[in-house]
């Protein structure tokens, strides 16, 4: 079963930016644990910081991937395009973010990709990767 995990901008940075909100581990170092923690999925992970690069992402693997787990970082609160690509693509989008998106700032409360997804998962830190796809794999 293959899921892709998709983090958009700024979540290179992971382990540095904002400790007190993102916790102080890469994303590098986690994807480790995970691929341990589900060896049953075949797991892969894509980060980039431009929104056309996301979209491309979805459609290369949104037609064969059994799951995608998406942090669309910011992009998450602005982007019809990225809504548009999940409308678009076959495979099931779990959105995840690391924060409590709305114990934060308004601007952070409308999601503008929920709607397209086949659910939401917030403020678990690292930890909602690992919940989504946990549920992912009960689909199959
Ligand atoms: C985030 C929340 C977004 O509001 C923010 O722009 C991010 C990270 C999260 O994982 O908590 O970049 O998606």
């Keep these: 079963m293959k899921i892709q ?6 979540l290179n ?15 590098e170092a ?9 060896p049953q999925a075949e797991l892969s992970s894509y980060q980039s910081n431009v929104e056309g690069e996301l979209i491309n992402k979805l459609h290369a693997v949104g037609f064969s991937y059994e799951g995608i787990v998406l942090n669309a970082g910011a992009y998450t609160h602005t982007s019809v ?12 989008v779990v ?5 409590n998106v709305y114990a934060r700032e308004e601007f952070r ?18 930890e909602g990767y690992a919940l989504a796809i946990q549920y992912l794999l009960t689909r199959y």
């Design 95 to 99: 959105e995840v973010h690391i924060s």
């Design 30 to 38: 986690f994807f480790e644990k995970l691929k341990n923690r589900f």
């Design 5 to 10: 995990i998709i983090n958009g901008p700024n």
């Design 13 to 27: 940075l992971l382990g540095t930016r904002e400790p007190q909100t993102y916790g102080t581990q890469s994303f």
């Design 109 to 126: 409360h409308k999601s503008l990709i929920t709607s397209k997804c086949a659910g939401l998962i917030t403020g678990f830190g690292m």
């Design 81 to 92: 395009a990225i809504h548009d690509a999940i409308a678009a693509i076959k495979t099931p």
